[in-house]
């Protein structure tokens, strides 16, 4: 096996790839971004690109084949066990990038672009073990209270909440930040949130600490630097 397979496969979820971009196959079939295409529009465009594999992706048998493998084994004093095909894939150049890359930490994963998450087969595997019912109510109980919260906040009844607001919007953006690899330097808080958090390390720097992991908020030297 090549070095680089078994991390290649337990990163990525895709049955296989070498196919061009999707952005470059919606341009050729529809002339247009892959944002604007349509959800049946994106199903083409997906099935082309399966069609454009160099590669297929087999994680049952922690494997990686060519989509042209010669499916024979040649006998002899060498006794290779790959076919000709599937070696030629050591010089692909795009075969060598994704060996390349870096298995990311597991608090990354949640930001893989929903696009390569091949959710149909999470789904299948949630079935298999039971936790189907579990998971999907209570996404549907998250996305349910999130739509009655962005109603109340357009109809005023948060108006108040300047803290609860204000902190809502440091998480977003802190969130933000993170997924694009940006400092939180240079970055400003609602003036509410901000400055329960000054009273809040005031009273309980540890406490604080805690606080800020999970909702996010300055440093503590730099609340001391601003109150100063």
Not at 82 to 103: D, E, I, Q, W
Not at 142 to 158: I, P, T
Request: aromatic share 8%.
């Amino acid at each position: 096996m090549l070095p680089g397979v078994n991390d290649y496969l337990r990163r990525t979820p895709v049955p296989g790839g070498g196919a061009p971009p999707r952005h470059k196959i919606a341009l050729k079939l529809f002339g247009r971004t892959w944002k604007k295409l349509t959800a049946a529009q994106k199903r083409q465009v997906r099935t082309a690109e399966g069609h454009s594999y160099l590669w297929n992706n087999r994680h049952g048998v922690h494997a990686v084949f060519s989509t042209t493998c010669q499916k024979t084994l040649r006998d002899g004093p060498s006794k290779r066990t790959v076919c000709g095909a599937c070696l030629s894939l050591r010089s692909v150049k795009t075969f060598k990038n994704a060996l390349r890359r870096p298995m990311p930490a597991p608090d990354d994963r949640k930001y893989v672009p929903y696009g390569f998450r091949e959710k149909e087969i999470g789904d299948l595997y949630l079935s298999y073990l039971g936790l189907e019912d579990l998971v999907k109510p209570n996404l549907n109980d998250v996305g349910r209270m999130l739509g009655d919260f962005a109603h109340g906040v357009l109809s005023g009844l948060y108006k108040q909440q300047e803290v609860l607001l204000g902190a809502i919007k440091a998480t977003v953006v802190t969130k933000q930040r993170e997924a694009q690899d940006k400092s939180m330097r240079g970055m400003k808080y609602p003036t509410a949130f901000d400055n329960v958090c000054a009273i809040l390390a005031t009273i309980s720097p540890r406490a604080y600490r805690l606080f800020r992991a999970h909702f996010g908020g300055r440093t503590l030297r730099s609340l001391r630097y601003v109150g100063s």
